[in-house]
């Protein structure tokens, strides 16, 4: 891939070590000025703000033409609420989500209405809807935003009492609204999520696919530049996005990447065994492995291409795990010789194409709709406890000061609990816009809370002039209402996103809008607004400043916890496959419960290392691909867990405690370098090796333990995947070190 020496490690071709690149400094200032006033032009989609506002304009105008403006406004801001769920994903994803995100508002506005005649009950309901709001965060951002959401529709509810009929009616007309919503969404625009990376990474493998039977040419730049480069560029845009589908798409890429240094090394050996003994008959067995992979990498081109499955081609990965036993066989108990030599560099170099190849099959069968299906299927038929995507599970084990979600959520329920309890004594009527700016600015990293902050305040106070400036030189009647309602909801649909600064002042003077349809004046809101609006960010801010947190300094310690996480669980689950009746369900399930909070520690960080200042999308990337290799272990350990007897029994025949060891004292040793110890490649064991003396054990050939097979060879990839980039990535910290230390 061409890159500048500045943004990316580079390769010494001399000695092949990876040189780190130049540390750029950044001045937090400026980073911070960059993330207020950064447009992110991908969030801006045009159709998507046209639908938004269909929904919320066409119940304003069935309620001005019923005569029932208030009946109209209440499914108007159902339908406003639930389109900040709405995007372009698949329609099966993006309904569900929505309908999460209706189904949640809706109850808010219920018990917001019911609990509104006690200040005491309405702040303590509003407060533990903000912790559980805050909890959500563990759960991804899809979960956070439904939270965020409804907390502020509760917020908003509970400040106007209402009779249980009055809340069930609102509660009901809120349902409708976002229905409604919902309905324009699926039924319109239909779109394929993932189409420009799926492209990028098949145009990537077509190439490595020819690159496979090509010969060696040290004299011209290296194949497939381009092309990984294009991919590259093409998946930079899911740098933040931690969807099981986007990390297959960066383990695609990963793995690609790795793929293209092992035919270069096939295509060298195969030079030097030619220049050695042109007749060896290795050539002609390496000759017809290559082609194999060709026709493997080619296939998986077509799939990514079309979206359809792999399905014959994938019996030529037993083809070429044949070939490469052939091409060890045909060197047993041979003399000491070069060509010798480079025949057993050329058994491993094969042994290790295949685990990438397996692996790439794997993943791409999970990227088509058929594989995204039949893995969301054998992901429902594990216990609860055990799904690697367990929301029950990973909530519980989030519950504990450990976890970032859970110090957030404390955080997030105390502000709110003081934030609504002030409003309701200086503004009893409009008591929900300091807890609701707290809610919409408060989030659990630093960058954006200060972001939002700022952008909140200075763009309420820009939309609230606005709206007094259309309300002074503007003739406003219902009608007139109706069109600056469409156009304000249409601009904070399609700009909004991109920047929250134009979010704050498109929603401050759309809700003064709103507010006025109903027959409130406009002056009775302005002012009221401002003020709270203030309050709500600097309560905010300050919390923030009370309990700051930076991310980059606590990543690598967060990996490294992650890995020691998966050690003990690889350790309790190798014990357990090796003896079934080992009673330690206890045990399993401390690892298990450890592994999430881990992991979602992790993932919660990195989400907010994203909105850091100073921080480059290199070092997202860097980052985001090591946590896809990482996932891929946790899913094989998963499936090894579930393979095992759930009842007592004989011990197994497996001779699985050499390759568990070495699993273990890899993780040991990649959570050891993590934390900056002095550790070096020849420390670690040779997993493909254990992997290999493991696989030809008649016992996994046929029979209950087969499966073992597969998920041993599955974590010899991810393993030696992930050692490879934690390796790159501690050498570009180690030199970021040393320019600091000069500095």
């Known amino acids: 891939m061409a890159t500048t020496p500045t943004t990316s490690p580079t390769t010494s071709r001399a ?54 403006p208030r009946g109209g406004l209440a499914m108007a801001s159902g339908a406003l609420n639930v389109s900040y769920s709405d995007g372009s994903d698949p329609y099966a994803r993006r309904a569900k989500r929505m309908l999460a995100s209706t189904a949640w508002c809706s109850i808010a506005v219920l018990l917001g209405g019911l609990t509104a005649h006690s200040n005491v009950v309405a702040v303590g309901v509003a407060t533990l809807w903000a912790f559980i709001a805050g909890m959500l965060v563990s759960l991804g951002t899809t979960a956070a935003d439904v939270g965020v959401i409804s907390t502020v529709v509760l917020v908003v509810y509970s400040a106007q009492a209402l009779t249980p009929l009055q809340a069930l009616q609102a509660a009901g007309l809120a349902l409708a609204g976002g229905l409604l919503q919902i309905t324009l969404s699926v039924a319109l625009w239909p779109v ?20 496979a039977t090509r010969p060696s040419e040290a004299t011209v730049a290296p194949l497939g530049t381009r092309e990984i480069a294009q991919a590259h560029d093409a998946l930079s845009s899911l740098t933040t996005d931690l969807s099981t589908a986007a990390l297959r798409y960066r383990s695609l890429l990963s793995q690609a990447e ?80 070069f060509s010798n030599a480079v025949a057993r560099d050329v058994k491993f170099q094969a042994d290790a194409l295949g685990g990438q190849l397996r692996t790439v099959v794997d993943l791409t069968r999970n990227t088509t709709p058929a594989g995204e299906a039949e893995f969301e299927k054998r992901e429902s038929q594990q216990p609860l406890w055990m799904r690697f995507t367990s929301r029950v599970a990973t909530l519980r084990a989030n519950l504990n000061l450990r976890s970032v979600a859970y110090r957030h959520a404390i955080r997030l329920a105390v502000c709110v609990a003081l934030g ?22 408060l989030k659990p990293e ?42 304000f909801t249409f601009l904070m649909r399609w700009i909004g996103p991109a920047n929250y600064g134009i979010f704050g002042v498109t929603v401050s003077a759309l809700v003064v809008l709103l507010i006025s349809i109903t027959g409130l004046a406009p002056k009775e809101v302005i002012a009221a607004r401002g003020i709270n609006t203030i309050l709500g960010g600097a309560f905010a801010l300050i919390a923030y ?34 003896d079934p009746a ?37 070092q997202l990337e860097r980052a985001n691909a090591m946590l896809a290799s990482s996932h891929r272990l946790a899913h094989s350990m998963i499936a090894l867990e579930a393979g095992i007897p759930q009842s007592g029994g004989e011990k197994s025949p497996l001779q699985f405690a050499a390759f568990a060891a070495a699993v273990e004292k890899t993780l040991e040793l990649l959570s050891a370098k993590l934390r900056a110890e002095r550790i070096s490649e020849r420390d670690f064991p040779d997993l493909r090796e254990a992997y290999l003396q493991l696989s030809r054990g008649s016992e996994l050939q046929v029979g209950p333990y087969a499966f073992v097979k597969t998920e041993a060879d599955r974590i010899a990839n991810s393993l030696n995947t992930l050692r490879e980039q934690v390796f790159a990535w501690q050498a570009v910290r180690a030199q970021k070190r040393e320019h600091a230390t000069k500095d």
Do not use: C
């Open 192 to 211: 394929r999520r993932y189409e420009p990376e799926r492209r990028s990474l098949a145009a990537l493998y077509f190439e490595l696919a020819k690159i």
């Open 420 to 441: 609504d309890g002030l409003g309701r004594v200086l503004h009893p009527y409009r008591a929900y816009w300091i807890p609701m700016t707290i809610v919409l600015v």
């Open 545 to 578: 400043a009370v309990w700051p947190s930076w991310e980059r300094n606590r990543l690598a310690d967060l990996f490294a916890d992650l890995l020691e996480a998966y050690r003990n669980s690889s350790g309790s689950i190798s014990r357990k496959l090796l």
């Open 446 to 487: 630093f960058a954006v809370t200060f972001s939002r902050g700022v952008l909140r305040i200075f763009g309420t106070l820009l939309g609230l002039l606005l709206a007094t400036a259309l309300f002074l030189f503007l003739p406003i009647h219902t009608a007139s209402e109706i069109l600056l309602i469409a156009l």
């Open 258 to 337: 790795r793929i293209r240094l092992s035919l270069a090394t096939l295509a060298r050996l195969r030079f030097r065994l030619t220049r050695a003994n042109a007749f060896d008959p290795a050539i002609a067995t390496l000759d017809r492995y290559r082609a194999n992979a060709a026709y493997l990498l080619n296939a998986i081109g077509n799939s990514l291409a079309s979206g359809k499955e792999i399905n014959l081609e994938a019996d030529r990965l037993v083809l070429g795990m044949a070939l490469a036993e052939q091409l060890g066989t045909e060197r047993e108990g041979g003399a000491q010789s």
């Open 582 to 618: 080992w009673a330690s369900s206890r045990e399993r399930e401390r690892t298990r419960q450890a592994a999430r909070i881990a992991r979602t520690n992790l993932e919660t960080s990195l989400d907010r290392l994203a909105a850091e200042p100073g921080v480059s999308p290199e």
């Open 15 to 68: 000695s092949g070590t990876i040189t780190p690149p130049a540390n750029r400094h950044v001045n937090p200032l400026l980073g911070l000025w960059r993330i207020v006033t950064h447009v992110d032009r991908s969030k801006i989609n045009v159709w998507q703000a046209l639908r938004n506002t269909a929904g919320v304009v066409a119940p304003l105008i069935v309620g001005y033409a019923l005569a029932m």
